[in-house]
């Protein structure tokens, strides 16, 4: 089947369903998953968890939104299988589109690993997903999207003229720092969780390799590099200037084609995803000496890490016309600087999520509260709520994702209430979170099937009840 982007982005989903007609908030709450005959991959843990989680939800809606969302990626979006050798082999797509993306399949994960130890299924997905994305990264580390095949060409109606080196097993190969900034987390996260070496084989540790040698490629410091890409589209954001994008002084920083949310960068440092990379890389040395004792990786991995942060001090922040010390989203070098944010992550907004700075750091917070603001052109205010969005889907859109960064990242729990508060309003009657609702309308969305923002927002509730379970009443 060849599948079109404006479909999946008019209709919200190709096999989801749009929201119940009539649905009001006194409708009854009827379980959105799938029949368990249905269910693509099922973890005892999970399950467990959701009761446990979900007793100490009072608030029936948030409780019902919940048990939808948190096994959406396990329900619906996970194919097991084993490689010639034997190991497991995990392929996990998005939601509506049938392609394995490096950042989202890590971040679909991420909401079980605290579960992983007590799981041995559960496990092999964490096995099975390293080893697929170690194998994804050696077909082409510029690749942000690949196909379960690996040597099917890309039935992505959108990409299957691009003006770039397309190889067989890419879906689309749109160069983004973030994509193997999530490969090194997922491989970090589990080894630091399990200490089991067994998915950092030779395979593994060569897609190390070629991380670190593509984003010194990207560095650019002698010449553009191998990477080229351009599309005939409509919207600029699908396209780089001149196959390579706007010019730069080369300073350290990687330069990225394109952003988390797959639209062009205008100015090529993209600094949440360059300091994203920074704490990644410093991820992928503790992994490549604990598990594999390889100090040369750890090394190089570690004093690329040093170079881009020593970079970002100097190049990664602006001033506001208001005189506030911001990170900016986009620098080229030369002096110029975009300040706004994404709603995608990493984003300035979710740094102190992913870990890469402290929460209570002067300089994100300073950042954090003027992404949340009219400072960031890409800020909306509607009827329906208030949040980030992006060009991806345009002005008066707001995501989700943005909303559940937000109260990941708040210290007080008035602000953790209003993003509930909002997420609850604006699920449009589906029970599930969506890439983004309407500003005055929430039942205006797209994707209904985003397991991304499912999974993240299942995270959200995990992490509340545990820290503050007086929210959840």
């Known amino acids: 089947m060849t599948i079109t982007r404006r479909a999946v982005m008019a209709t919200g989903g190709l096999l989801a369903a749009m929201p119940r007609v009539g649905w009001a908030a006194d409708a009854p709450l009827t379980s959105q998953r799938p029949a368990p005959k249905d269910r693509r991959f099922v973890s005892p843990a999970v399950e467990r968890e959701i009761v446990r989680v979900g007793r100490r939800i009072g608030d029936p809606e948030l409780r019902w939104m919940f048990e939808n969302c948190y096994p959406n990626t396990l329900d619906t979006t996970v194919k097991m299988g ?8 995990a392929f996990v797509i998005t939601g509506d589109i049938p392609c394995l993306w490096l950042r989202d399949s890590a971040a679909q994960v991420r909401p079980y690993l605290h579960l992983v130890k ?19 990264i050696l077909i082409d580390p510029y690749a942000n999207a690949f196909m379960e095949d690996p040597t099917a060409k890309s039935d992505l109606e959108w990409s299957q003229s691009d003006r770039t080196d397309m190889k067989p097993g890419v879906g689309e190969r ?20 399990t200490r089991d070496p067994r998915p950092f084989d030779a395979t593994w540790a060569q897609s190390a390799r070629a991380i670190v040698r593509t984003f010194r490629e990207q560095q650019r410091k002698d010449g553009p590099g191998p990477y080229r890409f351009q599309r005939s589209a409509p919207q600029p954001s699908e396209t780089l200037q001149a196959g390579y994008g706007a010019p730069t002084r080369k300073v350290g920083l990687i330069h990225s084609g394109f952003r988390p949310s797959d639209d062009a960068c205008t100015y090529p440092f993209l600094i949440p995803s360059n300091v994203f990379a920074v704490t990644t890389l410093r991820e992928l040395a503790v992994v490549a000496q604990g598990a594999r004792q390889d100090a040369g990786l750890a090394a190089d991995a570690s004093a690329l890490a040093d170079e881009v942060e020593r970079a970002l001090r100097e190049y990664g922040t602006m001033t506001l016309r208001d005189g506030r010390r911001v990170w900016a989203y986009e620098v080229d070098g030369f002096g110029n600087a975009a300040f706004m944010d994404d709603a995608n992550v990493p984003s300035l907004s979710g740094l102190a999520f992913l870990g890469c700075v402290r929460a209570d750091e002067p300089l994100w917070r300073a950042t954090a509260a003027a992404a949340w603001s009219d400072a960031n052109p890409w800020f909306f205010r509607g009827k329906a709520g208030e949040g980030i969005g992006g060009p991806h889907v345009g002005e008066g859109q707001i995501w989700p994702m943005s909303i559940i960064m937000r109260a990941f990242s708040a210290t007080d729990d008035a602000t953790i209430r209003r993003c509930l508060a909002v997420l609850k309003a604006t699920h449009g009657g589906t029970g599930f979170m969506h890439e983004s609702f309407d500003q005055d309308d929430p039942k205006t969305f797209t994707r209904s099937w985003f397991a991304w923002a499912n999974g993240l927002f299942g995270q959200l509730i995990v992490h509340l009840a545990t820290t503050r379970p007086q929210l959840l009443g």
């Open 82 to 89: 084993v490689v010639v050798d034997g190991k497991p082999d």
């Open 174 to 193: 749109k160069w983004e720092v973030d994509s193997l900034c999530y490969a090194m987390r997922l491989a970090h996260d589990y080894w630091s969780t």
């Open 118 to 136: 007590t799981d041995p299924k559960l496990k092999e997905l964490f096995r099975g997903l390293i080893a697929r994305q170690a194998r994804s």
